[in-house]
């Protein structure tokens, strides 16, 4: 499988600048308004099956996916669903949990960033047996096999950009972030913007997590930081520092938010966005998160692709799947549930653009004729990111420790707390360690 994202973990990129946005959201209950049941799924009332689903996403994904989800049980009486729907985060804190106790629902969303992960501990299911023949390119369903088996149904092509504040750029006299940026350029964009801005406003984010050194590292031509399912890993420590010395000079001269304010953000929160809230005037979105961001800033949202160096920048490809768990009880009514998900025309209207430009073309050509602003920008950003774009780099398996410990020492860091020096070192040396456990196998 060619390997976002953080990641879309994401999806976390140069900051709120580069950052795979989040998509936030909030808990919900069952499709037929009982109280949200237990992942796994079960045999319902007069002999029907009702199957687990859970994903996460912004509210416009909630509301779409529970209209299909409807339509579904409208087309196939037997068949009911327990959902569950959540923000990122919390989505990937409670999946571990619901793994551990082998819960996890019958059909789950899943990501590039994490995907390799559970195969790795057996438990989704293989959907190779699934026919998706005119529905999804065969050259899509190849790059999202992992060991030549087929375990989540891509859902989108996918793509990541950078979202701008194009009125209030224009509004203080700022050039507007031109397509192909080199990193260089976009550096010195942030330092000039910064001279016409009012304090407490600022051009970019801060960066602390590895995705979006990562897309610095592989832009100028380097390896990804780590290959081979996590057996191989390098961190390159002239570009490391480099990048983030940029980010220490940037935190002076106050072209990047304080600290403290930086771990405030929370994307698609109306008052605590980076952009949404006015704070900052550019942040990371995909082709997904970029129309929840329009919703917020209605005809305020322009879009652009990555930076990129010598080897090109960002990544445009299928970074979100539909799984199966390999210890669902239902697994042939899960399997043809993710088929129809991504094939049945009238699930296709509902569900929109909310999980990115849908895998099968004749559903977005369906589309396109009716799609408001918010929708066309995620295309658009799917347009501009394609050309210079780079594989979706995911975290490896058994590498969960070395995201979160990356993130710690960078917001260190930030805080004044350590130097770039001293978390490369620990950073470093926790990714050799991991990289020698994987090649131990």
Not at 379 to 390: C, E, F, P, S, W
């Amino acid at each position: 499988m060619k390997t976002r994202k953080a990641y879309r973990a994401a999806v976390a990129l140069l900051g709120s600048a580069l950052l795979l946005a989040a998509c936030g959201g909030k808990s919900g209950g069952d499709a037929d308004g009982s109280p949200s049941g237990t992942a796994e799924g079960s045999k319902g009332t007069g002999g029907g099956t009702t199957l687990g689903i859970m994903w996460w996403g912004p509210d416009a994904r909630h509301e779409a996916t529970k209209k299909a989800l409807e339509i579904y049980t409208k087309q196939h009486p037997g068949v009911k669903f327990k959902p569950e729907f959540m923000a990122w985060d919390a989505y990937w804190q409670k999946l571990p949990t619901l793994a551990a106790s082998k819960s996890i629902p019958d059909v789950l969303q899943m990501d590039a960033a994490y995907i390799q992960e559970y195969v790795s501990r057996g438990q989704l299911e293989d959907l190779s047996g699934v026919d998706l023949s005119g529905i999804v390119d065969p050259n899509v369903v190849e790059n999202s096999k992992i060991g030549g088996k087929l375990y989540g149904i891509p859902l989108s092509q996918n793509a990541q950009g950078i979202a701008f504040n194009k009125e209030e750029l224009a509004q203080y006299g700022i050039p507007l972030p031109k397509q192909n940026w080199t990193y260089d350029e976009f550096f010195q964009w942030a330092r000039d913007a910064k001279s016409k801005l009012p304090e407490g406003k600022y051009p970019i984010g801060d960066s602390t997590t590895w995705d979006g050194f990562n897309f610095y590292q592989t832009s100028m031509g380097g390896p990804p930081v780590m290959t081979d399912g996590g057996k191989t890993f390098h961190l390159d420590k002239d570009l490391f520092v480099k990048f983030y010395k940029t980010y220490e000079e940037f935190r002076k001269a106050k072209i990047v938010p304080p600290a403290e304010q930086s771990a405030a953000f929370l994307e698609n929160d109306p008052k605590a966005d980076p952009m949404a809230s006015g704070a900052v005037m550019t942040r990371g979105a995909t082709t997904g998160s970029v129309s929840a961001l329009e919703q917020l800033m209605p005809g305020k949202v322009g879009v652009v692709n990555m930076p990129i160096g010598p080897a090109g920048g960002g990544w445009a490809q299928s970074t979100i799947f539909l799984s199966v768990s390999a210890g669902s009880k239902h697994k042939d009514e899960a399997k043809a549930f993710v088929k129809w998900f991504v094939s049945d025309k009238e699930a296709g209207a509902a569900l929109g653009l909310t999980r990115g430009i849908p895998i099968n073309p004749e559903i977005y050509q369906a589309l396109e004729p009716t799609l408001e602003q918010k929708d066309k920008l995620g295309k658009d950003l799917y347009d501009l990111a394609v050309g210079k774009a780079l594989p979706f780099y995911s975290a490896a398996a058994g590498y969960s420790e070395w995201v979160d410990t990356y993130k710690k020492e960078l917001d260190a860091v930030t805080f004044g707390q350590q130097s770039i020096e001293d978390a490369y070192a620990k950073i470093d040396k926790l990714g050799k360690d991991l990289a020698a456990k994987a090649g131990a196998k």
